[in-house]
């Protein structure tokens, strides 16, 4: 039987972004079923660039739609000012050595068919509706999260 | 036999709490036991707001009693400049949802008889004594926490 | 057999440091094996601070080698401005209660043989070289990381 990992992405930051999809990659590669419920910042990893919604959106859900970066590679780091190391830096010595960057880690998670889920109740309060969220993003409640995870061998609070 | 989660509360961010407090209370709902470790900033999640002892305080002890949020609605946001969104925004936004706040969740693990413990190790550096945490709370060490860690099915560091 | 523990070490906090070296030396001392993965920041606690090496490092690497902390006690808390506690009130805390630095607890980790290992791509992305680092720090794999975390009782990501 195939061993499991579950993955609560409720960072938001590229640095976090970056290793837990790094780790789900290389579980799925291992055979080990690996799904990712996105919550709170989190969700930011899964919008969908191309698709916002300003219908049925309150000011408040406007304001933090257009507030927060769209796209994954303008999400800032977990330590902005480390040491004064800043996110074009870390983004530079990965390209040195030829990384891939968060957006082609999340596509390869996406095209092996990692579970992903987005929490019911984050999106309810930041507004985000289920045609904002990618195609392969299933919105699920905590007692969702919490069976999956009961059944998994390794879970992760990221 | 009932399944357990146990969760160590590590950060005294509002989010971060509101995360962790949701998942304990879904997951008692579901007849799975849960445990909270409060260490470090989580610390400030146990409190008692209404009992806070001068006596036998150092000089530090006491400058951190005071200048750390006494009450649970006062905590920060782990982003509280993240993208602007200030944490006025999201109760805003959550009293838009008519979500429950934070006191609400910490009085509804309370009330389902949630496990809730404070590390000693933590207490002692902080200078937090017994009667300054909430009624339910009990000083537990780290062997304790690994003991119960060890029996759960899910272990999150939050 | 033993039980396991598994901790993914992300963060260089030095409040998490902490936390996670109390855990995996008391872990240690009930008989639990332990394992710290050491990826991103949290390489910055296995440097080894007499011995850098300019050499074959890009102009990145060595910025960031000279920009981020040598020692471990120079480490920033994961709230520097926390209600305005200072990393300095924490260790003048500390030093009250005679409780033991990082530093301390790292040793003592080193000494009772926990096992120690280093993310090969977060090595390579920040230019750290086998020899930069602690002597009993070994250079895995994300695999490696995932193989031990699948048998270990308790794994927590810091």
Same mark, same amino acid.
């Given at each position: /039987?195939?061993k499991k990992?579950?993955? $609560? @992405? !409720?960072?938001?930051?590229?640095?976090?972004?970056?290793?837990? $999809?790094?780790?789900?990659?290389?579980?799925?590669?291992?055979?080990?079923? *690996?799904?990712? !419920?996105?919550? !709170?910042?989190?969700l930011l990893? *899964?919008?969908?660039?191309?698709?916002?919604?300003? +219908?049925? %959106?309150?000011?408040? +859900?406007? @304001?933090?739609?257009?507030?927060?970066?769209?796209?994954?590679?303008?999400?800032?780091?977990? %330590? @902005?000012? !480390?040491?004064?190391?800043? %996110?074009?830096?870390?983004?530079?010595?990965?390209?040195?050595? +030829?990384?891939?960057?968060?957006?082609?880690?999340?596509?390869?998670?996406?095209?092996?068919?990692?579970?992903?889920?987005?929490?019911?109740?984050?999106? +309810?309060? /930041?507004?985000? %509706?289920?045609?904002?969220?990618?195609?392969? *993003?299933?919105? *699920?409640?905590?007692?969702?999260?919490?069976?999956?995870?009961?059944?998994?061998?390794?879970?992760?609070?990221?």
């Open positions: /039987m195939n990992m579950n993955i $609560l @992405m !409720f960072s938001g930051d590229y640095d976090k972004a970056l290793t837990a $999809l790094i780790l789900a990659n290389t579980a799925k590669e291992m055979d080990i079923e *690996v799904t990712i !419920f996105f919550a !709170f910042w989190g990893l *899964v919008r969908n660039p191309n698709s916002m919604s300003e +219908e049925d %959106k309150t000011a408040y +859900e406007k @304001m933090f739609a257009n507030m927060t970066p769209r796209y994954l590679e303008d999400l800032p780091l977990s %330590k @902005m000012n !480390f040491a004064g190391m800043g %996110k074009k830096m870390l983004k530079e010595m990965m390209e040195d050595k +030829e990384a891939p960057t968060l957006t082609d880690f999340l596509n390869g998670a996406i095209e092996k068919g990692i579970r992903m889920q987005a929490c019911k109740l984050s999106c +309810e309060i /930041m507004g985000f %509706k289920q045609n904002e969220l990618l195609d392969n *993003v299933e919105i *699920v409640t905590a007692e969702d999260y919490l069976k999956d995870a009961l059944e998994s061998n390794i879970q992760l609070f990221i």
